[in-house]
């Protein structure tokens, strides 16, 4: 069965930089559409970065500039490099897959993923 593990997340300062990592198994992260998502305290999942089957990317406006999602086809892992953290990044982190290999319009919609990770918690602060 699909398994995703997120890693990376810690407690740093504003400014400082980030990568977080999902190892993926059962499948290969270069054929799917993959995303990135977070979730504050008492807030929605929200949609960050996505990544298909072209290398086609997208990402929230809060993060063009900063953040950037990549594919390591040969380890298998889903990265996000974040620069530039702010207080308002702080959160848990998941990554998720479709069972599509295109993201298109709902790249950011939690609807069109179909496996999650568990999530690793990301906390920026002042």
């Known amino acids: 069965q699909v398994q995703l593990a997120e890693s990376g997340g810690d407690s740093v300062q504003a400014g400082t930089s980030l990568r977080l990592s999902c190892e993926a198994s059962r499948f290969s992260v270069g054929d799917y559409c993959m995303g990135w998502f977070r979730q504050a305290l008492g807030k929605e999942r929200e949609g960050i970065a996505s990544?298909?089957?072209?290398?086609?990317?997208n990402y929230t406006d809060s993060v063009k500039g900063r953040f950037s999602i990549s594919k390591d086809n040969a380890k298998n892992i889903l990265y996000l490099q974040m620069n530039g953290l702010k207080p308002e990044d702080t959160g848990v982190y998941y990554c998720?897959?479709?069972?599509?290999?295109?993201?298109?319009?709902?790249?950011?919609?939690?609807?069109?993923?179909?496996?999650w990770g568990q999530g690793t918690q990301v906390t920026v602060s002042s």
């Open positions: 990544s298909d089957r072209a290398g086609r990317t």
């Open positions: 998720a897959v479709a069972k599509g290999y295109w993201c298109g319009d709902s790249w950011s919609s939690t609807f069109r993923y179909d496996y």
